[in-house]
């Protein structure tokens, strides 16, 4: 039978890992919630590299509108060079945007893995925690309990109230 103290170690632990088992939720959610805005940068750049592709695409039509209105044909170096050039430097820009997306993303996730971590370290020493109190409950000094017929102290005696 259990006495009281030992009911209340038991009851701390219980309320210890409970707290331990919220914390660890929350850090779940926070890795959840980091993931979802990993994909939403990725997608950002992703737009964003599109955008500039077709910016890019509008630049090169403007540069050969220009060049065919001055009189040079579009099939010379030089209007093949522009164009290259245009779209070289605009294909740059693009992979450069998902570039960024990307390692914003990989940061994101590794907030996100870390907190998953602390939560699981969160409920590990919430359980170890909970077993020392329900170990100190169970097993504190005798002289801290309360013995019934007549035993007396934690040698002297012939073993735990309800034994």
Do not use: H
């Amino acid at each position: 039978m259990c006495t009281g103290l030992e009911a209340m170690a038991v009851m701390q632990g219980v309320g210890t890992v409970a707290q331990g088992y919220g914390a660890m939720q929350a850090d779940n959610a926070q890795r959840a919630l980091a993931d979802a805005q990993a994909i939403a940068e990725q997608d950002a750049a992703a737009a964003e590299a599109e955008k500039i592709r077709t910016r890019t695409k509008r630049a090169q039509g403007a540069a050969r509108a220009a060049i065919a209105s001055s009189g040079v044909s579009l099939d010379s170096a030089t209007a093949l060079d522009i164009g290259q050039d245009i779209g070289q430097r605009g294909e740059q820009d693009a992979l450069m945007t998902l570039l960024s997306g990307e390692r914003r993303a990989r940061e994101l996730r590794a907030q996100g893995a870390m907190s998953a971590a602390q939560g699981r370290g969160r409920m590990v020493s919430s359980v170890l925690t909970a077993g020392q109190q329900i170990g100190q409950g169970w097993f504190a000094p005798a002289q801290t309990k309360p013995y019934a017929g007549g035993m007396s102290g934690f040698y002297g005696g012939t073993g735990r109230s309800g034994d």
